[in-house]
């Protein structure tokens, strides 16, 4: 994803005629908002001023927590900054932590996890979205990750389908190293795609980079298990490790990146992202 913010994705395509408010333009706006409040609150946030020595006249006008503007209690600002890093069309919609770690460098205010913690239970789109990664149950076949691993020397890896088409693509491959790193990769490619073309994928993108793996974790999908997929695995010495069967969710680590991911896409499609330019936001991240 480009910038440091999380919405400067552009339209483009058959939507062109959708319009995008730049974040730096959101962003001033609510500045502008944020430091004019500041200005009839001077009681607040000179008490403020006493009970953190963190809060300061940084510039001589405006109070600052280190380097990131005070937000008054103003719920509806405070509500305007959460969904600057959570709402925006490119944000994803994060979790409770990721949100707080977003705000937090440009924008502060006593107990926000607290209330960016309400914000995001009181979400609509997430609680249609977001799946339980908390199960009662524990995964039936854990697979202990190898210690001293190195990156995506143990990888595991999945299908994201049916996804609008977009480049020519209407699918991922997601490869996750974990044992290491935990990083995912994600690469367009086709449904259609065969056990051959997904090896390719892998030579052309992780290869290169990272050699090749001594353990592959997949499900039963006929482009892992074929025949080809096992004899190729077998001349390498690559040891497959296949999930049992109505049970996928053999290791947590790539379920939850492959939810998480799943879910920014849900978000994004939501409201409408112009297809035609997914998979050239997927290349940047």
């Excluded at 600002?77 to 994803?92: I, M």
């Excluded at 790193?181 to 990272?210: N, R, W």
């Amino acid at each position: 994803m480009d910038g440091s913010h999380p919405g400067n994705g552009q339209p483009g395509g058959e939507n062109e005629n959708i319009q995008v408010m730049d974040w730096d333009t959101l962003e001033s706006n609510l500045d502008s908002k944020i430091k004019l409040a500041q200005y009839q609150d001077q009681k607040k946030l000179k008490q403020w001023t006493a009970a953190f020595k963190q809060v300061t006249l940084a510039d001589g006008t405006h109070y600052y927590h280190w380097n990131a503007l005070v937000v008054v209690a103003d719920n509806t600002l405070r509500r305007g900054v959460t969904s600057l890093f959570h709402d925006q069309l490119t944000a994803g919609h994060p979790g409770i932590s990721k949100t707080l770690q977003l705000i937090s460098p440009y924008y502060w205010w006593p107990n926000m996890k607290a209330f960016i913690t309400e914000y995001i239970q009181g979400c609509a789109t997430c609680q249609m979205n977001k799946v339980n990664t908390h199960p009662s149950h524990p995964p039936l076949s854990p697979i202990t990750p190898v210690e001293n691993a190195h990156p995506f020397e143990t990888i595991a890896m999945d299908f994201i389908t049916k996804l609008p088409p977009s480049g020519g693509y209407d699918t991922i491959l997601m490869i996750t190293d974990t044992d290491c790193t935990k990083a995912s990769m994600f690469l367009p490619c086709k449904e259609t795609i065969d056990s051959e073309g997904v090896m390719q994928l892998y030579l052309t993108h992780v290869l290169p980079h990272y050699g090749l793996p001594k353990k592959i974790i997949s499900d039963r999908d006929p482009r892992f298990t074929s025949c080809f997929g096992k004899e190729l695995c077998h001349l390498l010495d690559i040891h497959q490790n296949i999930s049992t069967a109505y049970h996928p969710v053999t290791i947590l680590g790539p379920t939850t990146n492959f939810l998480s991911f799943s879910v920014i896409l849900f978000c994004i499609l939501g409201h409408s992202f112009p297809t035609r330019s997914l998979m050239r936001h997927l290349d940047r991240h």
